[in-house]
């Protein structure tokens, strides 16, 4: 019998190399608006937390929260609709991971917090070929990782238990998400953040490429 039934996934930065469309959306809103605008390496850091985080951590200190952060976002949200796939790409390696995946019947979903509709958007475009059988980005009903409520909702429409479904994520969220709702964290190096803080926050497993993850199902 294999260990684990179910595979839950974070998106940006685990399955998709986003970054960069996330990056420029952001920095064209800044420079708009006359703010300074940051390097990529730094949106490594800004992301994770949902678009209205990444808009705060971008935004100088002084016009967090205010009418301005609002206008940023509502700015930022619409250009990342109409600029969100003109860089990003499944990383090297996850389309053989996810064949490998549905060949041995294993559930997949998927759990951001991206909000949902660029979630379902972006699944819908780059990742049609696989079957998710959830696929959740942030809802306003549902608390954003690490809050395991959108994971434990996953195990539930699953008919999974948690000791039996795997996570894979990039980031200290992710690893907090998966060990809060008792499922086994598995950090991918090939994301957004270090070998380092995925094991301070509770990963039990490191993997280099996606196809690792087998070995671990």
């Not at 260990?3 to 809103?29: I, M, S």
């Not at 940051?38 to 971008?58: C, N, Q, W």
Request: glycine share 8%; charged share 25%.
């Amino acid at each position: 019998m294999k260990k684990y039934a179910a595979v839950v996934f974070d998106l940006d930065g685990t399955l998709l190399d986003t970054l960069e469309d996330l990056g420029d959306a952001v920095n064209r809103v800044l420079a708009d608006r006359g703010f300074p605008v940051h390097p990529m390496d730094a949106y490594k850091y800004f992301v994770g937390d949902g678009s209205a985080v990444l808009i705060e951590r971008a935004l100088p200190e002084s016009v967090r929260g205010s009418d301005v952060h609002r206008d940023c976002l509502a700015a930022f949200m619409a250009d990342y609709d109409r600029s969100w796939k003109v860089k990003s790409r499944l990383y090297d390696g996850i389309p053989e991971m996810l064949d490998d995946l549905t060949a041995l019947k294993i559930d997949m979903a998927i759990l951001s917090n991206k909000s949902h509709g660029f979630t379902v958007n972006c699944v819908r475009d780059m990742l049609s070929k696989w079957q998710f059988k959830a696929v959740f980005g942030l809802r306003d009903d549902v608390p954003r990782k690490p809050d395991p409520a959108g994971a434990m909702e996953i195990s539930r429409l699953l008919g999974a238990n948690p000791d039996r479904m795997l996570y894979l994520g990039d980031t200290a969220i992710d690893m907090q998400t998966a060990v809060s709702a008792g499922m086994f964290p598995v950090g991918a190096l090939w994301g957004f953040r270090t070998r380092e803080e995925l094991l301070e926050n509770g990963a039990r497993a490191l993997i280099q490429h996606p196809r690792e993850l087998l070995r671990l199902i």
